[in-house]
Structures are given as C-alpha cells and as structure tokens.
C-alpha cells in the first residue's frame, strides 16, 4: 500500500526546521504527533525517512526521495491556488512580501500606489525581517516574495526550488564625519578605522572585498546592523562607514556627515526572490514583482 501522501507534510516539516522539535513548533502541534505520523510513514514504506543521531534527525536517501515529492506536491497546490486566484478577468491574490528597511522604503512602498492602480484586486502584505529570517519563512510558505541583498561580486545561484530576480545594483559609498579630510584614492582607506558592520551582511563581504584588494586588515569598531544606527555613530565621530547609496537617502544626520565616492568600492545588489511552481512564479506574484522592478530601475541614487 502506498504512503498516505498528507504524511509528507510532516516530513516535510521536519527536513526544513531541522529536526523534530521544531517542525512541532512550526505545525503548532506536539512533538509527540510529528514522530507519530513519521513512524506510520515508515511503517507504510517498509524503510526508515530519518536517521536520528544525537545531534538531531537527517534524512536517508529514501527520505530525501519523499522531500522531494512533497516539494513537487506544494508546488504544484501553490500553482493550482494562483489559478484558480487568476481566473476571471485581472490577477487576484494575496502576496506576502519580506523585506528590510532600505529596500520597503525605497522600493516597496513606493510601489504600492502603482499596484493598487494595476491590479486593484491583489492584496499587498509587508512583513520587516531580517533577510535570514525571511528566507525561512519563504521556504515554509509564510512569505511568496522576499527582498535580499548581496556584495554584487557574489551572484550565487537560487536555490531549488526559487527564483531570483534583480532589482538594482547600486553603489557603495564610504561616509565620514562631517569635518573629516575626505579621502581621495581606495588605498587611503587602510589607514581609516570603519563602524564595523554585522557579521555576514553585504556590507560586512564588501569590507572584506575592500580589504583584500588593500592587502591590508581594516580596522573597525562597534557593530551595527541598522543604517540609521551606523550614521548616528559616524556622525559622533567613532568611525567612518561603507554603506549602500539608498541607506543616505533621508539621512538624519543632516549636515554631520559627508558621502565620499571612491572608485572600486563596487556595488550592492538588491533582488527578489519567489518560490517556483513548475518554471515561474504565479500571476499574482508575476505582477508584484514587474511592478517593483519598475519602480527600482527608476531610483536616483546618491
């Protein structure tokens, strides 16, 4: 007898939270009912789903075989829920969107006015996280779309099952105290002391690119993870600052800080990333995305 297919939903559950425990925690139920529906769908398939270790569960090859199954199954319910969403006349739909502050305030809620105009009948919601955070959600279904950033000399694939898109490769600013003696040339920058950014942002792999290309190890201090509070600090003196053009657009540091454009400082990519069904993204999805495009390739940037 084959499996009961709504097992692999727990299964599922268990290979993206990492372990048992969490994917209870994620279902909203007890741990005691996740491995109860994997001890029948081991039952049903006559082998084990899940290597249990002391240091958690992974899956087996047979396990992976149904992931893999259960991935092509809720691509194919999202796709089949986009459809039914989309038909009539206009797209309709409710997409839920991830993103962090540069990219809602330069991009997102720009373009809500233009999507309410477009596609009235589609449904805009906007949930602030952290990239790491959104990602997670987009994988467990919670979010359809979520903004991202990377150091542009980083362009790693999508992973299975996503997509991305690019919205603006926008360039990297180095930004001082206000009455600090303005560097002129990349090398300059080795003698500076930077507000260190947090560990594994794109800014973060840009300092490191920058102090490659120096050969020399930058000195920072600090370490922030919110624009707003690296500007504070350089406007106080404790520091100068890499960051991307869109975080000084509004600065409120007024005139305590100046912006300083260096050749070789690169550029930041921000791109939006969208679950497949089959090779694309539904319509609902498809026009959000074309619409926030629109909006990024028409920034000015500082």
């Known amino acids: 007898m084959p499996a009961d297919p709504r097992r692999l939903a727990f299964l599922l559950a268990v290979h993206r939270a990492g372990g048992i425990l969490a994917a209870a925690e994620l279902l909203g139920i007890t741990p005691s009912a996740v ?48 459809a039914i969403a989309a038909l009539g006349d206009g797209v309709h739909g409710v997409v839920n969107i991830g993103a962090f502050q540069t990219v809602i305030r330069a991009v997102v809620t720009p373009a809500l006015a233009l999507l309410a105009e477009r596609y009235p009948d589609v449904t805009i919601d906007i ?30 694939p999508a992973p299975a099952g996503s997509g991305d ?55 920072t201090r600090h370490s922030t993870y919110d624009f707003d509070t690296t500007l504070a600090l350089v406007a106080a003196g404790q520091g100068v600052a890499l960051l991307p053009s869109l975080a000084i657009e509004g600065d409120i540091t007024g005139d305590q800080v100046q912006v300083v454009r260096l050749d070789g400082l690169g550029e930041r990519q921000l791109f939006v990333r969208h679950r497949l069904t089959r090779r694309e993204p539904g319509p609902a999805v498809r026009a959000v995305v074309k619409v926030m495009t629109e909006v990024a390739g028409k920034l000015e940037l500082a």
């Open 127 to 156: 949930r602030e996280a952290e990239p790491v955070e959104s990602v997670r959600k987009l994988k467990t279904g919670d979010l359809d779309l979520v903004f991202l950033e990377r150091d542009a000399e980083m362009t790693n």
């Open 165 to 219: 898109v690019v919205l603006i490769d926008e360039p990297w600013r180095l930004v001082i105290p206000a009455g600090m003696e303005p560097p002129t040339r990349l090398a300059d920058l080795a003698a500076l002391t930077f507000v260190a950014p947090e560990t594994g942002t794109a800014t973060d792999r840009a300092l490191q690119r920058v102090s490659r290309t120096l050969g020399a190890v930058i000195a």
């Open 35 to 82: 491995s109860q529906q994997i001890s029948r769908l081991e039952a049903e398939e006559g082998r084990a789903v899940l290597d249990r270790g002391p240091r958690g569960v992974t899956l087996t090859p047979a396990g992976q075989v149904l992931v893999e199954a259960a991935e092509r199954i809720e691509a194919e319910l999202i796709e089949a829920q986009q």
